[in-house]
């Protein structure tokens, strides 16, 4: 008998689970014809079994909290690609002149990320665009632009200058430094200054030049354009993706940098 009990009461959680999990990750703007139904299930175990409400709170807090987190995320992605009809629409000011720009040149959808060389996030952001680059050689092209997060990287500033001065001297190498600076972003918060001319010297880049231009008027107006860019655009944080003229906010998945992609080409 108090196997049956255990029984039924594990089955009625794993039924009340499955249709927090059908409500929560439905958007809400949608309605099945079997709504009602699952509601008044749901109303029905409810007024049956009172206890069972608190029962999976307290034993199943690590599933609910999943259920809704990804109620949220699902919710924030579906609004987002709502409004990329309206963001085709409304062309963004992004000057490309001076800057580095990775792939095919002639790539009918670019891709321009407002990012910080130390933010973790941002190097989640470009790996997940080296891996779009790599499966669109004719269709992407990439153009990184610089929202250094000074309050929260003390070196961000001074990287972003480095990077700059670097597209001045030569496109590919500019390429490969901004790479190298992301794969060595641990050695760069560390050492800040000396690991950004290290890196540059191993790269060919003349690095007088590079610390004089980083340090001169041309390469702040360049960097104080970007940050005016991010403004203009209701930028807020790192990392911030711009596919032709489609917003995409965060560090995206493969998965949601590829729609964005479709959706551009789509667009044209």
Not at 84 to 89: C, E, L, Q, V
Not at 180 to 187: I, M, N, P, V
Not at 213 to 220: R, T
Request: some cysteine.
């Amino acid at each position: 008998m108090f196997f049956l009990l255990k029984f039924r009461q594990r089955a009625l959680y794993a039924l009340l689970l499955i249709l927090l999990s059908v409500f929560a990750l439905r958007p809400a703007a949608y309605a099945a014809p079997g709504d009602e139904q699952l509601k008044e299930a749901m109303r029905r175990i409810l007024q049956e079994n009172p206890d069972i409400l608190l029962d999976v709170l307290s034993e199943h807090s690590d599933e609910l909290l999943n259920i809704m987190q990804n109620a949220a995320e699902s919710r924030r992605v579906k609004a987002m690609t709502d409004n990329w009809n309206k963001d085709a629409k409304e062309p963004k000011q992004i000057n490309f002149t001076g800057r580095a720009i990775e792939g095919d040149k002639n790539a009918p959808v670019t891709i321009v990320a407002y990012s910080d060389f130390l933010c973790p996030y941002c190097k989640q952001a470009t790996d997940v665009v080296d891996e779009a680059l790599k499966a669109h050689p004719k269709e992407v092209r990439f153009v990184f632009k610089n929202y250094p997060l000074i309050k929260l990287h003390p070196f961000a500033e001074i990287a972003a200058k480095y990077y700059i001065a670097a597209c001045l001297q030569d496109n590919d190498k500019a390429v490969e430094y901004h790479a190298l600076l992301f794969a060595g972003q641990d050695r760069l918060a560390k050492d800040g200054e000396a690991y950004l001319q290290e890196a540059a010297k191993g790269l060919g880049l003349d690095v007088d030049r590079l610390v004089k231009d980083a340090n001169g008027g041309k390469v702040a107006a360049m960097l104080a354009e970007d940050q005016g860019e991010a403004r203009s655009m209701g930028i807020k944080g790192a990392p911030f993706l711009v596919i032709n003229n489609l917003i995409l906010p965060g560090a995206p998945d493969r998965a949601l940098l590829e729609e964005a992609i479709q959706k551009a080409l789509s667009l044209r």
